[in-house]
């Protein structure tokens, strides 16, 4: 059987109405790469620490972000592409000024995330 195309509509994936912000799971069709669309105009917020048991790749669309990935912090702006390893715990944030927009590519055909307790914030 020959695989068909399919075409996801924005209102199939998004979660806001200007930013491309929201997501899709690779199973809902037909492929092994779950994405995740995510953007902010928040300078300081970003996704938490957590980690994956596939690799993430992060494609940088707009602006700039601040990214901990296992012990190593990484500066990341439009243009970059950074690999998250699978079961290495991450997080990134929005360094500003302006909107913080990437690409997340998961490469699995669900989401599998297990948030941890950041050791930054512990006291």
Do not use: C
């Not at 993430?56 to 296992?70: K, S, V």
Request: charged fraction near 25%.
């Amino acid at each position: 059987m020959t695989a068909k195309p399919v075409i996801l509509k924005r209102a199939d994936w998004a979660s806001h109405e200007t930013l491309w912000k929201g997501h899709f799971l690779g199973k809902d069709i037909g492929t092994d790469a779950t994405v995740i669309f995510y953007a902010t105009e928040e300078v300081g917020i970003g996704p938490r620490w957590h980690m994956h048991p596939y690799d993430e790749l992060f494609i940088m669309r707009q602006g700039r972000a601040l990214f901990t990935i296992g012990e190593e912090k990484i500066e990341a702006e439009a243009g970059d592409i950074l690999l998250g390893p699978a079961n290495i715990p991450h997080k990134y944030h929005n360094l500003g000024p302006g909107v913080l927009e990437s690409t997340d590519i998961h490469l699995s055909p669900e989401w599998i995330q297990t948030d941890l307790d950041d050791p930054e914030l512990q006291d």
